[in-house]
């Protein structure tokens, strides 16, 4: 059984960043698609990117284009979330999820078979 843990949320001023963990138990990690996805409090649940296993190619949401970098560290079985000029409205609780090789159109959650509990990012003077 896949499980994912994600770490490094907290409390930002605007315009800070922050460095999003998620860390899977998984032997291979290039057999998975990793999306990070966030959710505000009385909102749905949107995508915000996704880093495939196949080629490492990554996918975004418009609102995070240019603010925010995927990446991941094979070795590290681990999967980052680079977070810059964040704003208010990034606030939320965000999770990553796993999905088999291929990443889903960003905000898709149908394919993700495997979530963690999720970190809480709070963006505030």
């Known amino acids: 059984q896949l499980q994912l843990v994600e770490s490094g949320g907290g409390l930002v001023q605007p315009g800070g960043s922050l460095r999003l963990s998620c860390a899977a138990s998984?032997?291979?990690?290039?057999?998975?698609?990793i999306g990070w996805f966030r959710q505000a409090p009385g909102k749905e649940r949107e995508g915000v990117s996704c880093v495939s296993g196949s080629d490492g190619s990554t996918y975004y949401a418009d609102s995070v284009k240019g603010r925010f970098t995927i990446s991941r560290d094979n070795g590290k079985n681990t999967v980052y979330l680079q977070m810059n000029s964040l704003k208010p409205e990034d606030t939320g609780v965000y999770y990553c999820?796993?999905?088999?090789?291929?990443?889903?159109?960003?905000?898709?959650?149908?394919?993700?078979?495997?979530w963690g509990q999720g970190t809480q990012v709070t963006v505030s003077s």
């Open positions: 999820a796993a999905a088999r090789r291929f990443c889903p159109p960003v905000g898709v959650e149908l394919g993700y078979n495997y």
């Open positions: 998984v032997f291979t990690l290039t057999d998975y698609a």
